[in-house]
């Protein structure tokens, strides 16, 4: 009997950029267990047999026609599919969707530094075209104090293989991670996040993302917990763009061609901010600026979210 709907294991999670795009099934959580996010509390994870996502994608073909222009294969990394299931659902995708124009995934850093160059270029060329990182801070100790598993050295190395594969980059990170009441700790986590950034920008002119979300604390997360226990303080919204206003006083590429779209404009954010950098460096410390000394433009807490 054939298949009429598509298979999802709710929540799902995916970028707010891909509300458009398909989505498809792969994998179901997360393989890590960062202090402040959710995935990995909702569903135990697992990689979908290759044959069940693509009785999917010839669903979806049924469903929406074969005009399908983009597909983000679901849910919090992705990336960590061995390498041949990746490529055949990926090529499947290309086959049964002849306009697509590109396949994304979330990835952990270390998603990407367990794939060789090879595997990467591979995956590229099968039409891998955007991977999501989160990168959440370029200062060691608050990776380690939010259990991200991993480094600013491995952030770096994992976005030059994925940028010499020729997949595109947007990385993430969180305004106000380490929380309110400690301003060396902000400002370290500022300034080692734009060392990051200025240390993957690439020669060419290629775009890249780059984009700030800022601190939720769902009920569940072990940062909820720490908040509960007076363990763990939100910062306030000064705090929060004084740390971003250091972050972007810091960016300072060697190459002043880049494209490196910014963006801060999540509903998580209390300031939508938009930009190139290094480019509009200025500008958007104008924007930021203003945001400090006018709140009333700020969005009010009752409308934030993940
Ligand atoms: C669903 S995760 C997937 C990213 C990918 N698994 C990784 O770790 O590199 C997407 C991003 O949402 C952001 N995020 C998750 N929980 C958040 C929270 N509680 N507050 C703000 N941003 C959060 C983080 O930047 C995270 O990397
Ligand atoms: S941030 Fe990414 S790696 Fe960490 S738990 Fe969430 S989805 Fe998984």
Same mark, same amino acid.
């Given at each position: 009997m054939q298949k009429h709907e598509i298979y999802y294991c709710p929540p799902v999670f995916r970028p707010p950029s891909e509300a458009h795009s398909l989505l498809i099934q792969l994998t179901e959580g997360c393989t890590y267990k960062c202090d402040f996010c959710i995935p990995y509390l909702k +569903?135990?994870?697992? %990689?979908?047999?290759?044959?069940? %996502?693509?009785?999917?994608?010839? $669903?979806? +073909?049924?469903?929406?026609?074969?005009? $399908?222009?983009?597909? #983000? #294969?679901?849910?919090?990394?992705?990336? %960590?599919? *061995?390498?041949? +299931?990746?490529?055949? %659902?990926?090529?499947?995708?290309?086959?049964?969707? *002849? +306009?697509?124009?590109? $396949?994304?995934v979330y990835a952990h850093s270390k998603d990407i530094l367990k794939k060789s160059e090879k595997q990467l270029k591979n995956l590229s060329e099968a039409g891998l075209k955007l991977a999501y990182l989160g990168f959440e801070s370029g200062y060691n100790e608050l990776l380690k104090m939010v259990n991200k598993q991993v480094t600013k050295e491995n952030h770096i190395e994992a976005s030059k293989k994925l940028m010499k594969a020729n997949i595109t980059l947007s990385a993430t990170f969180i305004n106000g991670l380490g929380g309110g009441n400690n301003p060396e700790l902000s400002e370290k986590h500022a300034i080692e996040s734009a060392e990051l950034i200025n240390k993957i920008c690439p020669d060419d002119d290629r775009i890249w993302y780059v984009a700030f979300l800022t601190l939720m604390i769902p009920p569940g997360t072990v940062i909820f917990k720490k908040r509960s226990k007076d363990l763990f303080q939100e910062m306030n919204t000064t705090e929060i763009l004084e740390e971003l206003k250091i972050f972007i006083q810091n960016i300072d590429f060697h190459n002043k061609n880049a494209n490196c779209i910014f963006r801060s404009n999540h509903a998580s954010n209390y300031l939508p901010i938009k930009g190139i950098l290094d480019k509009e460096k200025e500008s958007i410390l104008s924007t930021i600026k203003y945001g400090l000394t006018h709140s009333e433009i700020l969005r009010s807490e009752f409308y934030r979210g993940l």
């Amino acid at each position: 009997m054939q298949k009429h709907e598509i298979y999802y294991c709710p929540p799902v999670f995916r970028p707010p950029s891909e509300a458009h795009s398909l989505l498809i099934q792969l994998t179901e959580g997360c393989t890590y267990k960062c202090d402040f996010c959710i995935p990995y509390l909702k +569903k135990d994870f697992i %990689v979908r047999d290759t044959d069940e %996502v693509i009785k999917d994608l010839d $669903v979806a +073909k049924r469903i929406y026609g074969p005009g $399908v222009k983009r597909i #983000f #294969f679901l849910d919090g990394n992705a990336m %960590v599919t *061995p390498t041949e +299931k990746l490529l055949d %659902v990926t090529r499947y995708a290309y086959e049964t969707f *002849p +306009k697509l124009e590109r $396949v994304s995934v979330y990835a952990h850093s270390k998603d990407i530094l367990k794939k060789s160059e090879k595997q990467l270029k591979n995956l590229s060329e099968a039409g891998l075209k955007l991977a999501y990182l989160g990168f959440e801070s370029g200062y060691n100790e608050l990776l380690k104090m939010v259990n991200k598993q991993v480094t600013k050295e491995n952030h770096i190395e994992a976005s030059k293989k994925l940028m010499k594969a020729n997949i595109t980059l947007s990385a993430t990170f969180i305004n106000g991670l380490g929380g309110g009441n400690n301003p060396e700790l902000s400002e370290k986590h500022a300034i080692e996040s734009a060392e990051l950034i200025n240390k993957i920008c690439p020669d060419d002119d290629r775009i890249w993302y780059v984009a700030f979300l800022t601190l939720m604390i769902p009920p569940g997360t072990v940062i909820f917990k720490k908040r509960s226990k007076d363990l763990f303080q939100e910062m306030n919204t000064t705090e929060i763009l004084e740390e971003l206003k250091i972050f972007i006083q810091n960016i300072d590429f060697h190459n002043k061609n880049a494209n490196c779209i910014f963006r801060s404009n999540h509903a998580s954010n209390y300031l939508p901010i938009k930009g190139i950098l290094d480019k509009e460096k200025e500008s958007i410390l104008s924007t930021i600026k203003y945001g400090l000394t006018h709140s009333e433009i700020l969005r009010s807490e009752f409308y934030r979210g993940l």
